[in-house]
């Protein structure tokens, strides 16, 4: 897909950040823009800053861990273009740094039913449609290097979550390439540097059913407080534009690459020595607890 102007295009978690960005560079491209996001005030202020609401930038409140949220999401979309081309399952939130015996099981309900199925939702509610258009379109599903590419061991319950996602996406780039079908799926790394975004205070959206079953010990991790610990620990790590990332996966999915990512060669020692390690039957990852703390 080289041209986004008149393309429709769904974004999850769109109200902010990653989301956001991408729907605002979207947006200059002259694409339609619907944001689906479950803060229902920020959505309204997301659509408001892209021109909306109209005809071409609406918002749909939508929660993606549940299976007739996104349903309901597909079929107003549908209703409203009768198609849909770039389908973003964005939305993502991460739970406490903890060890995995020290995590809760609604820290994984929560995180996985975020993560995970969300993106099942996401192309159960639109990939068949998306098909049976006949149109050319492209999903992209948002991954992380935490997990993607090597996880953080104190962060296991999104790493998991995340791994799940790459392979998820593997998986359906792979089943779309060998159909008869003018989709195409891409991973997404979202990199580069440190990335200011809401899942730092995800914590505002988690449900109440999901709460955490026992407190969090110490402050809550803040961007400022890692931005902070890891300057103190000897890296000098730049803060990652938006604007910029949005732009790089734009031209990504231009170039039809199935995994997107600032960097990516850099990735390439880090997944050898992986590799590496697994064949001798060593621990992939180190056993350090990290900067998450």
């Known amino acids: ?16 950040g990653i989301g956001l960005a991408i729907a605002e560079a979207l947006r200059a491209e002259g694409a339609k823009i ?22 071409e930038v609406f918002g749909v409140v939508t929660d993606v861990s549940k299976e007739e ?6 079929d107003r979309v549908f209703e ?50 998306m098909i049976k258009s006949g149109e050319e379109g492209h999903v992209i599903n948002t991954s992380s290097g935490d997990g993607g590419i090597s996880p953080l061991p104190d962060q296991s319950v999104y790493a998991s979550s995340k791994a799940a996602v790459s392979i998820l996406t593997e998986c359906l780039a792979a089943q779309l390439a060998a159909s008869d079908s003018k ?34 010990e110490g402050e809550p991790q803040t961007f400022e407080k890692f931005a902070k610990l890891a300057k103190e620990a000897g890296f000098d ?39 590496d390690r697994v064949a001798k039957g060593q621990l992939p990852i180190e056993p350090s607890r990290g900067l998450m703390n």
């Open 69 to 74: 949220s996104v349903a309901a999401l597909a």
């Open 183 to 216: 989709l195409a799926a891409s991973l997404f790394y979202p990199a580069g540097g440190l990335l200011d975004t809401g899942i730092w205070t995800c914590d505002r959206n988690r449900p109440d059913e999901l709460a955490r079953e026992t407190p969090v």
């Open 80 to 129: 409203a273009f009768g198609a849909c081309h770039l389908l973003f399952n964005n939305a993502g939130v991460g739970a406490p740094s903890a060890s995995i015996w020290e995590t809760t099981i609604n820290d994984w309900k929560w995180v996985h039913g975020v993560n995970v199925m969300g993106v099942v939702h996401g192309v159960l509610a639109f990939v068949p449609r």
């Open 34 to 55: 619907v944001l689906a996001d479950v803060e229902a005030e920020a959505l309204e202020a997301a659509v408001a800053g892209l021109g909306g609401p109209s005809e």
């Open 237 to 275: 790590l730049p803060i990652q534009p938006l604007d910029q990332l949005a732009a790089h996966l734009l031209d990504g999915i231009r170039e039809e690459k199935p995994i997107i990512m600032i960097g990516l060669e850099g990735a390439v020692e880090t997944l050898r020595g992986r590799a």
């Open 1 to 16: 897909m080289k041209d986004f102007k008149g393309r429709v295009a769904v974004i999850t978690g769109g109200a902010s």
